[in-house]
């Protein structure tokens, strides 16, 4: 692969090791990552340090860093077409985000709705300052790699939209340094709500009722998704705003039977919520099953997949490193 050609487009995204793999990061993000490797240079990461925003068992967080790795190859993501690297180990990440750290305000990342969401309601002595600021990181990692799109869930669109800001303001004192990215988010998917309340995004630190990880077996899949909530009438009908749980269900059938919104309906139309979540239950289980596989075969040999990651890294420390010197060469940093 290529390193940096101008002409051909930079895809970077990453997922946080801080639970299982839910079935919402698979069809908002995952997903779509393997395809975008042919005509693009696709760098996808593992952002272990974001992960510290919330206090993390050590051994765990090792761990799901490498499960991580094993989750995008089950995917389909190729180490020799596409970059995957992990962020703690290509340090350009953490020296460049405290220089941007100096280009945002504290009224900016106040803004964040994320972070609005995730502080909740403890005051400013209970809240990590990492937590505030970890937005600066992100705009860090994605400006490291002259990225021109972020494919991202609905979520964290407001972080890009930041780091656009960040790199103009920097383009505009320093010269043209940072490309301006862009984030693009699947038609369907880019925010699958949890399955015991539709009004919460599916995440994978919420309790386990609400989502299904990509490692569960397929009786508990089956199950959770028969527990699902639904909403009053026995319709299959897509219309989030008067009927979010089916909805919701909806849009997970698509995303994993590779179909659009309108077959599913037509498919049961004439069916009641019963049979529909059972045969979504066993899609789901069918396919995961098959990435289960998958993860199995590369997660098994922690050797070869630490050579994975490390030659990764390598590629990447290259591009990161030159951005990194470029920016420091200009605002004067030795
Ligand atoms: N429910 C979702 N629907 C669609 N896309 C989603 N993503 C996450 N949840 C959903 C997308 O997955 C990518 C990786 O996300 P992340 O793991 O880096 O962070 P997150 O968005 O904070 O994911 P979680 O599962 O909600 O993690 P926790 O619980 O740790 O905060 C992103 O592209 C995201 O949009």
Redesign the pocket.
Known sequence: MVLYNKTMKTIF???????E??I??Y????KHWPSSQADSRSIFFV?NS??LT?RQDPAQLKTRTLDLVAWLLAVGVDPDESIILVQSMVPAHAELFWILDNFVTIGELSRMT?FKD?SGKSSAEGQLAGLFNYPVLMAADILLYSTDEV??????IQHVELTRDIATRFNNIYGETFVIPKATT?QH??????LDDPRY??????HPDS?VALGEDAESVIKKFKRAVTDSDDKIRYDPKSKPAISNLIEIYAGFAEVDIATVESKYQQKGYGEFKQELGELVADKLSVLQAQFEKYRSNETALMAIIEQGNAKASQIANEKLNEVKSKIGLL
Do not use: C, F, W
Not at 151 to 156: A, C, I, N, Y
Not at 189 to 194: D, F, H, K, P, T
Not at 201 to 206: A, H, I, V
């Open positions: 995204s990453g997922l946080k090791p801080t639970g793999m839910t919402g990061n069809i908002g993000a995952m952002p974001h992960a919330v994320q995730k494919p991202v869930g609905e979520d964290q699947p998917g880019s925010r699958v709500r949890g995004k599916m995440s994978k630190s919420d989502y």
